[in-house]
Nanobody
Framework: QVQLVESGGGLVQAGGSLRLSCAAS????????MGWFRQAPGKEREFVAAVSYSGRDTGYANFAKGRFTISRDNAKNMWYLQMNSLKPEDTAVYYCAASRGQRGIGSGTKYDYWGQGTQVNVSS
């Protein structure tokens, strides 16, 4: 059974940093695209960042560019989201996701596996 487990969320002051981690079990995702999404209270889930199977290609939502960095460690079957210069509007539940069959990233990337989420709260 495939499981994705996020960690690293918490409470941080505006301007601070957090590093989210996602650990996968049940299968290897070394050949699959991975991503991060978030959902704030009362809002729909939105894309944050994605990384191709090799880690060479990355993509970010506009709000994440220049502040967030996605990375992966295929040997550990894990991927990460480094978040810097956090703002109160970054407060949300952050989810990691994995594609079952896609290596690359793009607007059409389909994510088949999802974690339970980790809460990030940024105080002003």
């Amino acid at each position: 059974q495939v499981q994705l487990v996020e960690s690293g969320g918490g409470l941080v002051q505006a301007g601070g940093s957090l590093r989210l981690s996602c650990a996968a079990s049940g299968r290897t995702f070394a050949s699959n695209a991975m991503g991060w999404f978030r959902q704030a209270p009362g809002k729909e889930r939105e894309f944050v960042a994605a990384v191709s199977y090799s880690g060479r290609d990355t993509g970010y939502a506009n709000f994440a560019k220049g502040r967030f960095t996605i990375s992966r460690d295929n040997a550990k079957n894990m991927w990460y989201l480094q978040m810097n210069s956090l703002k109160p509007e970054d407060t949300a539940v952050y989810y990691c996701a994995a594609s079952r069959g896609q290596r690359g990233i793009g607007s059409g990337t389909k994510y088949d596996y999802w974690g339970q989420g980790t809460q990030v709260n940024v105080s002003s």
